[in-house]
């Protein structure tokens, strides 16, 4: 029978099954300050790859973490076997606090969240202007979801050759967005990569966008490296999912991490709270303040029509606005 001293460590905790009633076999729980800092950079069938100084360790959740999961982005603290060797196997016994969280939900009648991407804070939305045909719906909901959380949104225009880029940034100038626009001729060539890179540098940005629109292509000309491409149906217009799973990838130059996650048939906006999109409209905030309780920004009573009547702000700003919260209440495709 195994005996504990005053300083056990962490090999030293024993959890038996979550069963009603059932304790720790000890209430001296370890709190690993010699645990070594990690960046999640994927998670693969229950196993973390965790970037641990220059090495890529492999990792499972400890026990005592409950329910709280680490996913990429995720800043965690890690104990066990570090040496990043074949076949070990380490602990992440803590998640650290996140800067942001980017969720979404399969549908919008989905009550359960899946968190996407930890601590990012650029959201880069990729569509193709042809090939597949743009979906602006689609990219509404993921302006709606980077506000929600707090990133700044980039717009990746793939396939300039194919069909100009005018016609849709119609749609969103009023919203500042900042964008860049690319072909496929020029990703060949390395200078489209070039010009998207630079918007990426020094900071976490998540990629998004629905299959075929040349997401994975363009991530392995920012990264130097090959992830799988697909191939677009000729008949549906639709892509093949070639990424199964977030990953994230240094940029070349050291300065800057790209994740690129799995392309997306919807976003879900169940757990949007629409109060807080409002925060990427700055120019029309503070004209919120005569809103009645829980308004919604789209009522006879709303604010923000006599604020922008007043000259505060530009109309098509608030436009703008309504036209993401309402987003929220539509299905894509109605």
């Not at 060797?85 to 939900?105: F, G, H, Q, Y």
């Not at 119609?170 to 500042?176: P, T």
């Not at 200078?191 to 020094?202: F, I, S, W």
């Amino acid at each position: 029978m195994r005996r504990y001293g005053k300083n056990p460590d962490e090999d030293d905790v024993r959890v038996r099954p979550n069963r009603k009633g059932n304790r720790p076999r000890t209430t001296i729980r370890p709190k690993h300050e010699d645990a070594a800092e990690g960046f999640v950079l994927t998670v693969d069938r229950g196993r973390l790859h965790v970037l641990i100084e220059d090495r890529t360790v492999v990792a499972m959740k400890a026990r005592e973490l409950g329910r709280k999961s680490a996913v990429v982005g995720d800043r965690v603290a890690v104990v066990g076997d570090l040496s990043g060797a074949k076949d070990t196997l380490a602990r992440i016994v803590r998640v650290e606090e996140r800067s942001s969280v980017l969720r979404r939900t399969a549908d919008d009648d989905d009550p359960y969240e899946r968190v996407v991407v930890a601590n990012a804070d650029q959201l880069a939305i990729v569509t193709a202007l042809a090939d597949p045909e743009p979906r602006p719906r689609l990219i509404d909901r993921c302006l709606v979801a980077a506000f929600d959380a707090g990133l700044e949104p980039l717009l990746v225009l793939t396939k300039s050759d194919l069909a100009p880029a005018e016609k849709l940034m119609e749609s969103y100038g009023s919203f500042g967005i900042r964008y860049v626009v690319t072909s496929r001729e020029e990703l060949t060539e390395g200078d489209a990569a070039d010009r998207v890179r630079e918007k990426l540098e020094g900071r976490i940005t998540a990629f998004v966008g629905h299959s075929g629109v040349g997401k994975t292509t363009l991530v392995n000309a920012l990264v130097e490296r090959q992830r799988a491409t697909g191939h677009v149906n000729a008949v549906t217009g639709r892509g093949r999912h070639t990424t199964t799973s977030a990953l994230a990838l240094p940029l070349p130059t050291g300065s800057g991490w790209v994740i690129d996650t799995p392309g997306v048939r919807s976003f879900g906006l169940n757990h949007i709270d629409p109060s807080r999109v409002i925060h990427a409209f700055p120019d029309l905030e503070p004209g919120t303040e005569g809103c009645p309780r829980a308004c919604s920004h789209d009522e006879p009573d709303c604010a923000l029509d006599a604020w922008v009547t007043d000259g505060h702000a530009d109309p098509q700003r608030l436009y703008s606005l309504r036209r993401l919260l309402s987003t929220r209440e539509r299905r894509e495709g109605d």
